[in-house]
Structures are given as C-alpha cells and as structure tokens.
C-alpha cells in the first residue's frame, strides 16, 4: 500500500501567530505552505487564519493584493479554519469592527469583535468540544464570540456567561473557526479536526 500523501495547508502569513500554527499542523504530518502572494493559494488543500488583529490583516490582504484572490478560492470550497481574528475574517457578519473593516467572509455568523475584552483582556477555561470526551484548554486574547448563527453552523464549544452561551467553535461544512487558540497549548485536536475536514472535502 502506498503511503497517504501528506495535505498541502496554506497557513495565512501575512500577520499573527503564524509560527504556532505551523508547527500544530507539520506534527500532524501537514505539509505547510506559508501564503503571503496568491501564487501561493494555488496547490493547496485548505488554509489556516492565524489570530493577530483581524483590521490589520484585512488591510494586509488588501495591500498584498490577496484579499479578493483568497475570497474566491473561499467561495469555491477552499476548506479554511480561522483562530481568533482569524474566525473575524471567516464571519460574514461583525459587531464592533472599525469603520472600514471588511471580511473574507464564509461562515454564516455574526462575530463579536473583543467581546470578553470588555470585562477581561485575555483568559483560559476548560471547555466541552462536540464529540471530545476530554475537555479542551481554551485560551482566550482579545477573543471575539459569536453572537448569531445560521442554520447550517454547527457550534461546536460554548462558554457561558450568567444565563447566556456564547458560541466560541462553530463549523459550517469545512469552514471552521475558533476564538480561541489551541495552537498556543500544545493540545493539536483542533487542527486534527480541521485536517479530517479537509481530507473529507478534498
Ligand atoms: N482582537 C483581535 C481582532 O479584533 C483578535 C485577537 C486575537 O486574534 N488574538 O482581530
């Protein structure tokens, strides 16, 4: 039997946490592709948006002439997963973005742009992922949630907060996004996640 041969991952590095991912996503036997010119989204099996902050990226894409090339790809089933801002840039939706902020868009959601930043900048909690037996170390930095789902997203962690859940792991076909940053915990489940979605998409 021949070998499966390793996904080829874009990994967006333009901004943000770039290293991390990398790394998350070569111990899983990824072959990563940094994406910085739209050359580079060809060949590509799936595309990573790290965290960082998600205006500065939106307009690094714009800059680096990426933005409307990575949109398209997107529209036509580019499998993608988003962190943090990464998950800002996935929304079709956002609360609280500046002015001029513009999304790939992709996940029929509605984000919350520094939504836990108002009463805490950054903080970890334990979290219940669908389909985990064991729970998932979620860090949050200036994290958005997600305020309003479509029909067809599927949230995958919530955290609660008083009498309210907010969704902070959605997918919708193999759009997926977190608030949180698993790449930061040594804990890969998520790219794992990210990887079967691509290999059934593929
Ligand atoms: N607050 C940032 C933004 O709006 C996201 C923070 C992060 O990615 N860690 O893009």
């Known amino acids: 039997m021949m070998a499966p041969v390793a996904p080829r991952v874009g990994v967006l590095a333009v ?3 770039v290293r991390e991912h990398r790394q998350a996503l070569e111990s899983l036997g990824a072959t990563v592709v940094p994406v910085r010119r739209p050359g580079e989204l060809h060949g590509i099996q799936g595309i990573v948006i790290p965290g960082g ?3 500065v990226i939106d307009k690094l894409l714009r800059s ?3 933005f409307e090339p990575l949109q398209e790809a997107l529209r036509a089933g580019l499998p993608a997963y988003g962190s943090c801002a990464g998950m800002i840039l996935l929304a079709d939706r956002i609360v609280d973005g500046t002015a001029d902020q513009q999304t790939l868009g992709g996940l029929d959601i509605t984000v919350r742009r520094n939504a836990f930043g108002r009463q805490v900048d950054s903080f970890e909690q334990d979290l219940r992922y669908a389909g985990w037996a064991d729970p998932v170390r979620a860090v949050f930095i200036r994290a958005p949630w997600v305020e309003r789902v479509g029909e067809r997203v599927e949230v995958l962690a ?10 902070v792991a959605v997918r919708q076909g193999a759009l997926l996004a977190t608030s949180f940053h698993p790449e930061v ?3 890969h489940r998520v790219h794992g996640h990210f990887l079967d979605l691509l290999a059934e998409h593929t």
């Open 15 to 17: 901004q943000g946490d």
């Open 53 to 55: 902050e998600s205006t």
């Open 158 to 167: 919530e955290v609660v907060s008083g009498a309210t859940a907010h969704p």
């Open 185 to 187: 915990t040594g804990d």
């Open 64 to 66: 680096f002439e990426l």
